[in-house]
């Protein structure tokens, strides 16, 4: 994960957890990711930010972690980054709880900014530490396999 500061003038940060493995169960319940510690879990805990479940069909986000979207509801569409492309402020994005993933807001799909069915695609992202740092930017990257079995995870 890559985190940069939001003040223009300032030096980059950029902070790299290694490439984790993480399972998207095929389950409502996903997997609970706190990007700040690292924890994950099977139900909602103080401090998570992103919950991908049904092997990525769905992704919900907490208030303080916002993924790049299509539109500035908190239902729309994450939209999938590719390698090389910046995560700055001027991106849009949402605020409060909300998730992508329903029928009119898929984020897997055929288009340019969905992610492909079993490839490797990149989430954007602003975010807000337990202690209300930030905002701070980064990305994951993510291979969603669309409730499909076979190899669901994300790496990070």
């Not at 139900?43 to 986000?61: K, R, S």
């Amino acid at each position: 994960m890559a985190i940069l500061p939001f003040a223009p003038d300032s030096q980059a940060a950029t902070i790299y957890s290694d490439l984790k493995e993480i399972a998207i169960p095929t389950t409502f319940a996903g997997v609970y990711l706190d990007l700040e510690t690292g924890a994950t879990g099977g139900a909602a805990f103080t401090g998570w930010d992103v919950n991908p479940f049904f092997d990525g069909v769905g992704i919900g986000n907490s208030a303080a972690f916002q993924p790049v979207r299509v539109g500035s509801d908190s239902l729309d569409t994450a939209v999938r980054f590719y390698q090389g492309m910046v995560v700055t402020s001027g991106l849009t994005f949402a605020s409060g709880i909300g998730g992508s993933g329903n029928p009119v807001h898929e984020h897997i799909g055929a288009d340019i900014q969905q992610f492909q069915v079993g490839a490797e695609g990149y989430l954007a992202f602003k975010f807000t530490t337990d202690a209300s740092a930030g905002p701070l930017y980064g990305w994951m990257r993510m291979t969603l396999t669309n409730n499909v079995g076979g190899d669901p995870g994300l790496g990070l």
